[in-house]
């Protein structure tokens, strides 16, 4: 009985020995070569997009990323630069699209005269595009694109 167990301790740690060495020598699209128990350089940042044009949400509800640059911008307790071009009363000067009306709301769904302090950080849900080429593939296809595939009746 103790031989069965020290035998199966021994096969034990040496599972655990093997997977760790394998595991230190995986490569893949995001950490490049760097052993998962290292830490690798940072990648370089790349510019931020620029445009004017509005990118097709990928499923409901997804708040809009933002197109053009918001480098610089001042988003804190003291300003939000975002509501100099995005707020109700800037946006016939500005042609940008309002700040939609579910930012009015608090938590009760009661409707406030301004933007509800619970979503006054737009960048904790609005994200700046970059330039950078996807690091790991990806062939997502859109609800409507998988819809208008579909023939009467739900064959394809």
């Known amino acids: 009985m103790i031989r069965k167990s020290s035998l199966l301790?021994?096969?034990?740690?040496?599972a655990a020995a093997s997977t760790s060495?394998?595991?230190?020598n995986v490569s893949s699209g995001l950490r490049g070569d760097t052993p998962l128990n290292d830490e690798g350089p940072a990648a370089?940042?790349?510019p931020q997009r620029n445009t004017s044009?509005?990118?097709?949400?990928?499923?409901?509800?997804?708040?809009?990323?933002?197109p053009h640059t918001t480098e610089g911008?001042?988003?804190?307790?003291?300003?939000?630069?975002?509501?100099?071009?995005?707020a109700r009363a800037r946006t016939t000067e500005s042609k940008a699209p309002m700040v939609s009306i579910t930012h009015f709301m608090d938590?009760?769904?009661?409707?406030?005269?301004?933007?509800?302090p619970r979503r006054y950080f737009c960048t904790q849900c609005h994200v700046p595009?970059?330039?950078a080429k996807p690091p790991v593939g990806n062939d997502f296809t859109d609800i409507d694109s998988v819809l208008?595939?579909?023939?009467?009746?739900?064959?394809?």
């Open 148 to 156: 208008s595939h579909v023939a009467p009746g739900g064959r394809r």
């Open 129 to 131: 595009q970059h330039t």
């Open 53 to 66: 044009e509005r990118e097709t949400r990928n499923y409901p509800e997804q708040p809009p990323v933002i």
């Open 107 to 116: 938590r009760d769904g009661q409707f406030l005269a301004s933007v509800s």
């Open 44 to 46: 370089m940042m790349t």
């Open 73 to 86: 911008y001042q988003i804190d307790i003291n300003g939000n630069k975002c509501l100099s071009c995005h």
């Open 21 to 24: 060495l394998l595991a230190q």
């Open 9 to 14: 301790a021994v096969v034990v740690v040496m």
